[in-house]
């Protein structure tokens, strides 16, 4: 948390450039005239105790990156001051992608949410492209207005996530992925007709050769990489003018499929063979997490509303993977009504440990001790809105 509040300190001074535009928006807002009501009717994925108006459709479409021209809080050069390069294993760089949203009011009571992310991110030396789904229902459990009891909600669903085989040939690669699950000093490298084991011990230099004769370059794999979490949340809030706080506690377990293999164990000499754990390495489990936080959205004059979250991920694991066990997640979005049925958004994400909690799967005993770092991304894009009662 130190670690956490530090990072808060050291931003305060783009936070506080913004307090005037706030300043005068909040002075505007309290103009009854001036001010616009869109009744909830933009949902997307924030925390809400709110269903969507029976028949309402709800379709949102975002371009999300990531790069050093836009670099949510300066994370991308923190990220590179404390790895020292971008290019290392497991770090992450530059992200693009885009993010589909549907929302649609089944029933008076009752939203349909489904969800389509696709990230092309930068990870250590190759890029890894993401695919994520998702489908919940949510149900309005207390929705009458003009008491002193929220508005409450319940949501039930279930999240994907998957990408294609991460392949690791380069020679300077091979030799990261060995000095990650092995401590023997062994080096890789590789000629037109041999592959070359390098042994330093007590100062000497040991190279056994063996002949490729037509075989498969050497290589790495981490494949089948995969997760499943069913999840269940409640949510609170109310309105209040302007203002819509939500508070919201969920509930979810992960089934995670992935493992590492190499043809490694085809070329090692027997003199070294004992060097290389057992290979391939099955790094599928399982893991629970709690996930509390706020939301609100505050409906601004010159058609504007803004949506906030904020969330606390606490995750799970065996004891030998809980080197990172929880992040903090914050999110912000500035919606602007060109028309009753189309808005316009830009906003960000911000992560305290990168995508932990978020994308399962890239969490593993190997590459846990990345994720001590920061991330975060930008979006813009539109939301369209068709029917409704």
Known sequence: MDEFAQFMVNKKNKLLNLIPALGLLLLFSYYPAQAVNLDNSVLKTYPSALTLPQKRLEFSLDYLIINDTIDIFDVRDDEISTTGSLNSFISLGDMKGCQVQLNYGVLEKTTLQAGFIYR???????????????????????????????????????????????????????????????????????????????????????????????????????????????????????????????????????????????????????????????????????????????????????????????????LFRDSNLDYVDYNHVLKAEINYAVSRCLFLNIGGVYYYRQFNGIMPFLYNEYSQTSFDHQYGRAHIGFTLLFGGN
Do not use: C
């Open 120 to 314: 092309d991110l930068d990870y250590g030396f190759d890029n890894i492209e993401i695919q994520g789904y998702d489908i919940s229902f949510k149900q309005s459990l207390i929705n009458q207005a003009g008491n002193r009891i929220p508005f409450l909600a319940l949501d039930a669903g279930v999240r994907f996530n998957n990408a294609a085989d991460l392949i690791y040939d380069e020679d300077n690669e091979i030799n990261l992925m060995i000095g990650k699950f092995s401590s023997s000093g062994i080096r890789v490298r590789t000629d037109n007709s041999y592959v070359w084991f390098d042994k330093i011990s007590n100062g000497t230099t040991a190279s056994y050769g063996v002949l490729k004769n037509g075989r498969p370059g050497l290589k790495f794999t981490i494949e089948d990489m995969s997760d499943i979490t069913p999840f269940i949340r409640l949510t609170a809030g109310k309105r209040y003018g302007i203002f819509s706080p939500n508070l919201f506690l969920e509930y979810g377990y992960t089934s995670i499929d992935s493992k590492l293999d190499s043809n490694v164990k085809d070329y090692l000499p027997e003199e070294i063979s004992d060097k290389i754990p057992q290979l391939p390495i099955d790094l599928s489990r399982h893991e629970n997490f709690l996930k509390a936080g706020f939301g609100f959205r505050a409906d601004f004059p010159f058609k504007t509303t803004a949506m906030v979250e904020y969330n606390y991920i606490k």
